[in-house]
């Protein structure tokens, strides 16, 4: 005979796996102040809430590959976006523990001048004691500076290499369109050389802010405000964002790249 059998219908739940989700922009006191950026992003028209990133093709699709259009196909495998190569992985890595190691030196110097400082502050001169204290209470701040830097270094590294070290967690999205390499197209003989990619949403995170350059460390806000400020031009201002992170908008045209007006 039959056996008779209890069956349970569920309802399933689709969770997708998107990997490691991107840094959230961070302040200039933080450690991690140095890390990461990307390309432009443009929103799918037609009221889609499809995000595209547009890159260099060279960039994009290796160079060993022939140098014809591509266009996406349902039929055919994707080509990933991956956020960071092998080697700019490796890179990212070799400057991380680059970076501990700089704090390291730094902090055993730092330790050292600790205890002199303290050895004068044993002295009998008492400016020299007050002068001593003032600069041991300035180089432990250095101290701990370097020791704070230290560990969020460590701990991004650690997650750099357990979450982002699989190239399947590293992907972005996909690339629809980018036209061959040409030299000399049009009228100005320019450089055509682009590619058109989907972003995948749930890889960009909390921390995704739309088009905005981070203008970095490497220059102070004065430093940056006075290279964009045009002599002779007293009536124009440019404003240096609290968070270094530069709203881009609009499109320049061709007169203005080849001579640009100020305030424009």
């Not at 890179?91 to 704090?103: A, F």
């Not at 270094?153 to 290499?161: A, T």
Request: aromatic letters at 6%.
């Amino acid at each position: 005979g039959y056996q008779i059998t209890d069956v349970n219908f569920r309802k399933s739940i689709y969770m997708r796996e998107a990997g490691p989700q991107l840094l959230e922009p961070v302040n200039d006191l933080n450690p991690l102040v140095d890390v990461g950026t990307m390309a432009l992003y443009l929103a799918d028209d037609g009221g889609s809430d499809n995000l595209l990133g547009l890159s260099c093709r060279h960039v994009l699709i290796e160079p060993k590959e022939a140098n014809v259009v591509y266009v996406s196909h349902p039929s055919t495998p994707s080509k990933d976006v991956l956020l960071l190569g092998k080697r700019a992985s490796t890179n990212l890595v070799d400057s991380i523990k680059l970076r501990v190691g700089r704090h390291g030196i730094a902090a055993k110097r730092w330790g050292k001048q600790i205890e002199g400082f303290e050895e004068r502050g044993k002295g009998i001169n008492a400016a020299d004691v007050e002068r001593a204290k003032a600069a041991r209470m300035e180089t432990q701040g250095l101290l701990d500076k370097a020791e704070k830097a230290m560990e969020a270094l460590g701990i991004l590294l650690d997650q750099v290499n357990k979450d982002w070290k699989k190239l399947s967690k590293r992907i972005l999205g996909h690339i629809l369109r980018s036209p061959p390499i040409r030299l000399g197209v049009g009228e100005q003989r320019f450089t055509e050389d682009w590619g058109i990619f989907r972003i995948d949403w749930a890889k960009l995170g909390n921390g995704f802010q739309g088009n905005k350059t981070d203008l970095g460390t490497k220059l102070s806000s004065d430093e940056s405000t006075i290279k964009c400020f045009l002599r002779g031009h007293g009536n124009w201002e440019f404003k240096y964002p609290e968070d270094r992170l530069l709203p881009l908008a609009g499109i320049i045209t061709d007169d203005l790249m080849r001579a640009p007006k100020c305030g424009t």
